[in-house]
């Protein structure tokens, strides 16, 4: 089986542009959570989405949003990109409906903003 | 709010000695679960070990093993016989039992010298 995969693994972009970064979770998994890592840090919760539906929202300004498709699949987008949204984004899929609390991450995508 | 303190940025071990990671928690929650992740130079937040709240026993996978004590809230990681592949960032994290998002430490930079 697949594993959680990202796309793209590198991104640079300029302030004031906006990103979507894209990610497919495991097969069969239905959750997939958003987090944000800077460079030293650990990673930081962005969003999670379950069935379709947003279940939780980190601390992150309005121009984070992000939506699950219905294949499970899920974009990451930032609009009015800023220097300070440089980081690690990592996705990660989970399966809760059978009682299962393990999240499984992707490699991440690495944006940077210049 | 859930909380995860990580007191050690760095540490280093001699391959196939013994080494100890620390973590603390906070929850008010009565039923969650504790998780060790590594995260090698490769980015990929790999799962190490699970260690379910309710269970008094302390979870073992292979060479890594954990020490779980509910009342003082404290969650260590042992990693027995280092090897060099060992060599990551790790991060504890905690979850309560109601699909919320992971919460982080900051995680404690491992080094495996040969």
């Known amino acids: 089986d697949a594993g959680v995969t990202q796309s793209p693994t590198h991104l640079i972009k300029t302030r004031g542009q906006q990103v979507t970064l894209r990610c497919s979770p495991i097969?069969?998994?239905?959750?997939v959570s958003w987090y944000q890592q800077v460079l030293g840090q650990g990673p930081q919760f962005i969003f999670q989405y379950y069935e379709k539906e947003e279940r939780g929202r980190g601390n992150f300004p309005d121009r984070f949003s992000a939506r699950q498709f219905p294949n499970y699949s899920s974009e990451l987008n930032v609009n009015a990109l800023l220097l300070g949204d440089s980081a690690l984004y990592l996705c990660?899929?989970?399966?809760?409906?059978?009682?299962?609390?393990?999240?499984?991450f992707g490699q991440g995508t690495r944006l940077t903003v210049v | 709010a859930q909380t995860v303190t990580q007191s050690q940025p760095e540490m280093s071990v001699q391959e196939a000695e013994t080494v100890t990671l620390s973590c603390t928690y906070d929850?008010?929650?009565?039923?969650?679960?504790l998780f060790w992740y590594k995260q090698p130079p490769s980015r990929q937040m790999i799962l190490v070990i699970r260690?379910?709240?309710?269970?008094?026993q302390n979870a073992t996978e292979n060479r890594f093993s954990v020490n779980f004590q509910k009342a003082a809230k404290s969650f260590s990681l042992k990693i027995s016989d280092s090897q060099l592949g060992d060599t990551a960032m790790y991060f504890c994290a905690l979850v309560d039992s109601g699909n919320t998002p992971l919460v982080f430490g900051k995680g404690t930079r491992l080094s495996v010298i040969a």
């Open positions: 260690q379910e709240a309710y269970k008094q």
């Open positions: 929850t008010s929650e009565n039923n969650y679960y």
């Open positions: 990660a899929s989970s399966d809760p409906g059978q009682g299962r609390t393990e999240a499984f």
């Open positions: 097969s069969g998994h239905k959750s």
